[in-house]
């Protein structure tokens, strides 16, 4: 007339747990990425608007990154290049051309003369 003890599984974050599952272990460390060298380097490095020099979030959708080449005398592309990132704030606004324009003037790759 007795009937067995047997415990009701415990709940994790609202949800019941099965019997047979087990909590994942903490970590008390997380492992870092090394490369070829042993250097530790990072999975994700966050980008700064090169205009306003604000963080681009790694989920802003509006945000750009131009690759602009270099090329010889020729016109022939030299391997070379500078990158500049625009956050979604300064395109939203409709002045992405004109901070890309300042940028290129500032690198010596545009001029305004006539």
Known sequence: WLKPFRPTPSKVHGRPRSQ???????????????????R???LY???????????????????????????DENG???GEFYT?????FIRSRGESDACLNRLLHE???LTFSK
């Open 45 to 71: 490095l966050p980008r700064k608007c090169s205009a306003t020099n604000r963080l681009i979030p790694a989920k802003e959708h509006g945000a750009v990154q131009l690759n602009v080449g270099q090329v």
């Open 40 to 42: 530790i380097v990072d």
């Open 84 to 88: 500049f990132a625009l956050a979604g």
């Open 20 to 38: 047979n599952s087990r909590p994942a272990p903490l970590a008390s460390h997380q492992e870092a990425m090394q490369n070829e060298e042993g």
């Open 76 to 78: 022939r592309y030299t």
């Open 107 to 109: 690198k010596g790759l």
